[in-house]
């Protein structure tokens, strides 16, 4: 309940047995309590006293000086509605403008509470995994936001390179309907914005192989955990990056999920840079698989060699 000023004049108490009404006004910038017939505590009680007529009249002395005492400005006894400090504070904190992302860049160093989906513990929480320092700089994997994120995704998405094995190429629509499938689901897939040093550069899947449709297709076991990536811009390939953040993120999925034992990969087999970064990554290619829309290499990064490879 806000505190009252300390200042400000209170109601005098009702000696007990007397009946006092009380009026309440509510006024644009203030509380006020009246309390209107009220008895006067020191002028006698309800048995009778100086100055008091035994039925409850005043006398014609006692109106006078009364009136004589009371100015009208008293007859408001204000109590001045104050906030809590930390609430003006949280209020001046919200009010205060952001100042503006650098050129080119969204603002992904922000809360990432409105990231969460409602089954996002399938995977342990992907919107909590903190940042990682990688030998190229600190990395984040960032939960998408379709509002945010959309126009970014759908520009690498069409880069021929990406077009071939990706399929998503065309209008944003196109990549829009693919990212809200994973989104309007129950978290076992989890599309992410790599940013690396603050700069969004990659698109991931992070997603429950155990539970994808791939587990028909090899010998999956309890919650191993998938991965697929996407370098977004052009002058950020070819240089080595894929693998180095394929093996970061998944040190950090084999940190974050104790359950799982491996993370799983199935690049297409004509894709031989992608398969080449994930051998470099410390993945172990496993076995050929047919997938309904490819020919696959199954990689594998298992838990009890992750330090060896």
């Given at each position: 309940m806000p505190s009252a000023?300390?200042?400000?004049?209170?109601?005098?108490?009702?000696?007990?047995?007397?009946?006092?009404?009380?009026?309440?006004?509510?006024?644009?910038?203030?509380?006020?309590v009246r309390g209107p017939g009220c008895t006067d505590p020191g002028a006698?009680?309800?048995?009778?006293?100086?100055?008091?007529d035994t039925d409850g009249g005043d006398s014609?002395?006692?109106?006078?000086?009364?009136?004589?005492?009371?100015?009208?400005?008293?007859?408001?006894?204000?109590?001045?509605?104050?906030?809590?400090?930390?609430?003006?504070?949280?209020?001046?904190?919200e009010e205060t403008p952001a100042p503006p992302s650098p050129a080119g860049r969204s603002d992904y160093t922000t809360s990432l509470l409105d990231s969460r989906m409602p089954y996002d513990d399938l995977l342990d929480g992907v919107a909590d995994w903190a940042p990682v320092g990688t030998p190229v700089g600190l990395f984040h994997l960032v939960p998408v936001r379709v509002e945010r994120d959309l126009p970014l995704i759908s520009r690498w998405m069409n880069d021929p390179a990406a077009a071939e094995f990706w399929e998503l190429s065309g209008p944003p629509s196109v990549t829009e309907d693919h990212v809200r499938a994973q989104l309007a689901g129950d978290g076992r897939s989890v599309p992410c914005i790599g940013v690396l040093d603050g700069k969004p550069m990659s698109y991931w899947e992070i997603y429950r192989a155990d539970l994808d449709p791939l587990a028909r297709h090899y010998a999956a076991r309890p919650h191993?955990?998938?991965?697929?990536?996407?370098?977004?811009?052009?002058?950020?390939?070819?240089?080595?990056?894929?693998?180095m953040l394929l093996r970061a993120v998944a040190d950090l999925v084999l940190a974050r999920r104790p359950f799982c034992a491996r993370v799983i990969a199935e690049p297409d087999?004509?894709?031989?840079?992608?398969?080449?970064?994930?051998?470099?990554?410390?993945?172990?290619?496993?076995?050929?698989?047919?997938?309904?829309?490819?020919?696959?290499?199954?990689?594998?990064?298992d838990r009890s060699v992750r330090h060896l490879l």
């Open positions: 000023d300390p200042s400000a004049p209170m109601t005098s108490p009702v000696s007990a047995g007397t009946a006092c009404p009380v009026e309440a006004e509510a006024e644009a910038d203030a509380a006020t006698g009680t309800a048995g009778g006293g100086p100055g008091e014609p002395e006692d109106r006078e000086d009364r009136e004589d005492r009371e100015d009208p400005e008293d007859l408001d006894d204000t109590m001045d509605l104050r906030l809590p400090d930390e609430l003006l504070a949280l209020i001046a904190e191993d955990t998938g991965l697929h990536l996407l370098v977004g811009a052009v002058a950020d390939r070819g240089r080595g990056l894929g693998g087999i004509r894709n031989t840079p992608s398969v080449a970064a994930f051998l470099t990554a410390g993945f172990r290619f496993s076995a050929e698989i047919d997938l309904p829309s490819k020919r696959a290499a199954l990689m594998v990064r």
